[in-house]
């Protein structure tokens, strides 16, 4: 392919083994998208803490999209200059990190759980509720890992308990507060209104955070690789969209314009089946 690529991958389930939480089998394309300069972007409900952590494991320095698409985040100051617009992201530095914000802070979605359990006896729980060792348990991950998962900044995960129902109505006043509600492979996310397409269709108008050289005058295509229901927006905007195995759902029901691509194997060597046939052919 001559024109330039993005590679956009949720991680659980797509380049992660749902179970193992690996990216071995993913190595192969991998080192491919290296050697044939394809950024390949984390897109991925987790936290920034955590990315970060895994990131430097793969071996990738792109930018990192982080709890559904709440916020794209650069290492070092910004090098472009982003014009203010109500409809933009918000601009924000720290830590030696620039981060474009699409989502809303989690304290404005916590004072909003609070408000519901005031109001209702809807039952669910969530990371706020739990201790770093019951993050651990619920998720899987290692305790040092499950620290970094509790660091979020625009989203809540929440295991709901409470009926069918009572999802729905659930979900409407999450809708009706300014909020939006996904479901991912193991927790429903309250998080703004945004999603893992908002900052991809945003960095393709800004292609110089990926490419300095670049003109802006030529849009890059994406490439979206994907299992889950939080996967759809992000698949339905791509121009190759990838729908990787999961070992424990069907593959999400998508409306893209675009041939959609079904691994046979399941995450990380979905993931290597597919981006070699996507950049061989």
């Known amino acids: 392919m001559s024109t330039r690529l993005i590679v956009s991958t949720d991680l659980d389930g797509t380049l992660l083994d749902h179970h193992t939480y690996s990216f071995d089998a993913a ?6 998208c290296a050697q044939q300069d394809v950024p390949v972007l984390l897109n991925t409900s987790k936290t920034l ?9 793969i071996g990738l320095s792109t930018p990192l999209i982080t709890e559904n698409g709440s916020a794209l985040t650069v290492m070092g100051e910004a090098n472009i200059a982003i014009e203010a617009d109500s409809n933009g992201p918000k601009v924000v530095t720290k830590n030696g990190m620039t981060s474009y914000v699409f989502g809303v802070t989690r304290e404005r979605i916590l004072s909003f759980i609070n408000a519901v359990r005031r109001d209702t006896d809807w039952q669910f729980v969530g990371f706020n ?10 998720t899987g991950l290692s305790l040092e890992a499950a620290e ?13 308990q409470g009926s069918d129902e009572e999802l729905v109505q659930f979900e409407a006043q999450v809708q009706a507060a300014g909020f939006s509600l996904l479901k ?17 269709l945003w960095l393709k108008t800004v292609p110089q955070l990926l490419w300095p050289d670049s003109d802006g005058n030529s849009t890059p295509k994406l490439i979206c690789l994907g299992d889950n229901h939080n996967d759809v927006a992000m698949l339905n905007v791509a121009d190759f969209p990838v729908c990787v195995r999961s ?14 691509l079904y691994t046979q194997g399941l995450g990380p060597i979905g993931w290597n089946e ?8």
């Open 27 to 32: 190595l192969p394309a991998l080192a491919l």
């Open 49 to 57: 803490a955590e990315v970060i952590t895994l990131q430097q494991a």
């Open 129 to 138: 509720d739990w201790s770093v060792a019951e993050i651990a348990e619920h």
């Open 148 to 160: 970094q998962a509790a660091q979020k900044q625009y989203s809540e995960p929440i295991v709901w």
């Open 184 to 200: 991912g492979g193991r927790f429903y996310h309250i998080q703004g209104q945004t999603d893992k397409a908002k900052p991809l």
């Open 247 to 260: 070992p424990v759902a069907d593959f999400p029901p998508l409306s893209s314009d675009h041939p959609v």
């Open 274 to 281: 597919a981006m070699h046939q996507l950049l061989t052919t």
